[in-house]
């Protein structure tokens, strides 16, 4: 009896898991001034409260880009009339490098859309609805909702939607300090600054009259040059403004800019030419140095950041491109800080343990060979940056095999200068290589080697955040062509596909038929096109041979787009159960069945059924782990062919 009760309680937990009807969001609608008169004109303020991990996907970016556009439709009367078109208020601005290659903008904890109007009558009716798509990160959950609205004579207000999640504030701070510090540590190694720290640390013990004073002096020392980079990141992004950088990381223009700044800053490592502040600036600070006490201190630290700025300059402008993304003066802080802590700590430790400094290696030639070596990253780094231009605009310049190719250029030739093939006219004459120079060179031709099956279309899936889209790569031998069981011509086939080649269906009655007639399982993908990480499980999991193999062989599949606005006959709509609605497209239709058979409204959502309808196996949400898919699948199996269901 207890073991019965036992296994009762944990399948009922097991169905609780993925039974659940999400509503991360809701709506409040209302007018801007409630006592309204005959011509006055007002706004209806749409406002979207979003629970914490999920964001809502606004109104105003490209359709075509592939997220779910929130969209307000009004059904007109003679009572009211519609002026300019609706606003979306202060949405963030972030550009997809890894599925949709564009710009796009959403909302996160609060949304804000505004539709202006004027009034025409006294007894007023405003009615209409908004379809829109929430998703979360922490599951990779993304949620369709369509809802409506009406205001005036008979006010009514919805409410209800999902959304996505993204890293906490807190989580985001820590990635743009470490990153920061890690630049500061790279700065470290240049040959500007390197030779510096056994000189600034001997003055401090030489001008102090006991270790004690010159541990202080360096610990001040130390505490300068945070303190004015620090300033320094907060000017940066105090003049910027909250979202200014943010916006204009993701415009076309400021990407042709970056681009030709770190192909300068490359330039400038490889000895071409130096990048100098004037000398007056230089010598008026370093005259303030001489003062001595706390202020010399000061201005000695000063004086260092101003001397070092040729090596420093391009290392600490690309954290800053890199960790401002969000625009904000607490991350351009944040980042400076980081950058400087890395920065001063050499000085104040050596300053404390002198007797280290017999232990650090000389300055020498490896320093320049740093610098070089930065060169080489800096100009690799520079093509990510004009790939957003590109396929914001559909140049067609940067295609994914040429930026492969280009890729194979610059660290082929890193390995070449690191084996001391290749060299520059700053390096210094040695026939010897280094172990530790010998085994990057070795890690740096592994990498080129591993670019090289990406010319033929290989997908190089850890790199799918730098390399441009698939779909702009024009000489793919390795295209897969998978395959499937199908019966009849699917439906809707010129208007939806598979991805891989797999062949399936895309109405569910289509392969229920199919299931029966071939007598195998049938895989249900609830899925949507602006479904982030529907995306990514094809691309990162189905993709995996094993997987496609037991799709395409084993099942009869069928996707069904909860979002897909297509309009069905008339004769083919119905009433839901669920919310009393009428169902009229492919989209609202695939939505409602999911609710009212699985009790579950979040994408992707993966079931697998037999003939009689009957599940399986427990259906399977986002997971990137492909032999856990591959046993949710081989599970599945099993259970069909020994007649075993839940």
């Keep these: 009896m207890r073991s019965s009760l036992t296994l009762f309680l944990l399948i009922s937990f097991s169905l609780?898991?993925?039974?659940?009807?999400?509503?991360?969001?809701s709506w409040e609608v209302s007018l801007s001034d409630e006592n309204v008169q005959i011509g006055d004109d007002v706004e209806i303020l749409f406002k979207a409260t979003i629970e914490k991990d999920w964001y809502l996907y606004s109104s105003d970016f490209d359709p075509d880009l592939g997220p779910q556009v929130t969209k307000f439709s009004f059904i007109e009367n003679d009572t009211y009339e519609l002026l300019d078109s609706i606003e979306a208020i202060n949405p963030?601005?972030?550009?997809?490098?890894?599925?949709?290659?564009?710009?796009y903008t959403y909302f996160e904890?609060?949304?804000?859309?505004?539709?202006?109007?004027?009034?025409?009558?006294?007894?007023?009716?405003?009615?209409?609805?908004y379809m829109y798509q929430v998703c979360t990160d922490v599951d990779g959950k993304c949620i369709p909702f369509d809802d409506e609205f009406s205001l005036g004579s008979t006010p009514k207000n919805s409410a209800s939607l999902k959304k996505k999640p993204e890293l906490s504030q807190d989580s985001s701070l820590w990635s743009i300090l470490i990153t920061a510090f890690l630049a500061g540590l790279v700065a470290l190694l240049t040959p500007c600054v390197y030779p510096m720290i056994?000189?600034?640390?001997?003055?401090?013990?030489?001008?102090?009259?006991?270790?004690?004073?010159?541990?202080g002096k360096a610990l001040l020392y130390g505490a300068s040059i945070i303190i004015f980079f620090s300033l320094l990141g907060f000017l940066i992004s105090w003049v910027w403004g909250f979202t200014a950088l943010n916006e204009l990381s993701t415009h076309w223009l400021f990407n042709l800019i970056i681009f030709s700044v770190f192909i300068l800053f490359a330039l400038s490592f490889f000895g071409l030419f130096e990048i100098t502040l004037p000398s007056g600036l230089v010598n008026k600070i370093d005259r303030q140095a001489d003062r001595g006490g706390l202020i010399g201190i000061f201005f000695m630290a000063i004086t260092?950041?101003?001397?070092?700025?040729?090596?420093?300059?391009p290392i600490v402008g690309t954290a800053l491109i890199n960790t401002l993304s969000g625009g904000s003066i607490l991350e351009g802080t944040t980042a400076m800080f980081g950058f400087s802590l890395a920065f001063a700590i050499p000085f104040t430790a050596f300053a404390i343990f002198p007797t280290w400094l017999k232990s650090i290696p000389e300055s020498g030639g490896w320093l320049n060979s740093v610098k070089v070596v930065l060169g080489f990253l800096e100009l690799a780094l520079a093509l990510k940056f004009l790939s957003v231009a590109d396929l914001a605009y559909h140049w067609g310049l940067l295609d994914r095999e040429v930026f492969i190719a280009l890729w194979i250029a610059i660290f082929g030739l890193l390995g070449l200068y690191l084996i001391g093939k290749v060299k520059l006219k700053s390096d210094s004459e040695s026939n010897k290589i280094p172990v530790s120079r010998l085994i990057l060179a070795i890690l740096t031709f592994s990498f080129v080697f591993s670019l090289i099956p990406g010319l033929w279309g290989a997908p190089l899936k850890s790199l799918s955040g730098f390399l441009p889209p698939m779909s702009t790569h024009n000489f793919n031998l390795l295209?897969?062509?998978?395959?499937?069981?199908?019966?009849?011509?699917?439906?809707?086939?010129?208007i939806l596909h598979w991805p891989h080649g797999l062949n399936g269906y895309f109405d569910y009655s289509?392969?229920?038929?199919?299931?029966?007639?071939?007598?195998k399982p049938i895989f249900i993908d609830f899925t949507g096109h602006g479904c982030v990480n529907c995306r990514e499980m094809e691309q990162r999991v189905w993709s995996d041979p094993?997987?496609?193999?037991?799709?395409?062989?084993?099942?009869?599949?069928?996707?069904?787009?909860?979002?897909?606005?297509?309009?069905?006959?008339?004769?083919?709509?119905?009433?839901?159960?669920?919310?009393?609605?009428?169902?009229?497209?492919i989209g609202q239709q695939n939505a409602d069945f999911q609710i009212t058979r699985f009790n579950n409204n979040a994408q992707p959502f993966y079931v697998i059924i037999n003939e009689d309808e009957e599940l399986l196996i427990q259906p399977k949400a986002y997971d990137l782990n492909i032999s856990s898919f591959v046993d949710f699948l081989d599970k599945a199996l099993e259970n069909h062919r020994n007649n075993r269901v839940l």
């Design 510 to 519: 289509q392969a229920l038929a199919c299931a029966k007639e071939q007598g």
């Design 92 to 103: 963030k601005r972030k550009y997809d490098s890894t599925i949709w290659f564009g710009e």
């Design 16 to 25: 609780s898991t993925f039974s659940q009807i999400l509503k991360p969001i």
């Design 304 to 313: 260092l950041v101003l001397v070092s700025f040729s090596c420093t300059f």
């Design 546 to 585: 094993a997987v496609l193999k037991r799709l395409s062989k084993d099942f009869v599949l069928v996707a069904l787009y909860v979002d897909d606005r297509t309009k069905l006959p008339e004769n083919e709509w119905y009433k839901s159960s669920y919310d009393a609605k009428t169902k009229k497209t």
């Design 198 to 215: 056994p000189i600034t640390v001997s003055i401090f013990l030489k001008q102090s009259k006991s270790k004690k004073e010159g541990v």
């Design 109 to 129: 904890k609060e949304g804000l859309f505004k539709q202006k109007i004027r009034i025409l009558k006294k007894e007023f009716h405003i009615e209409g609805g």
């Design 479 to 494: 295209e897969q062509n998978a395959g499937g069981s199908t019966c009849e011509e699917p439906k809707y086939a010129n």
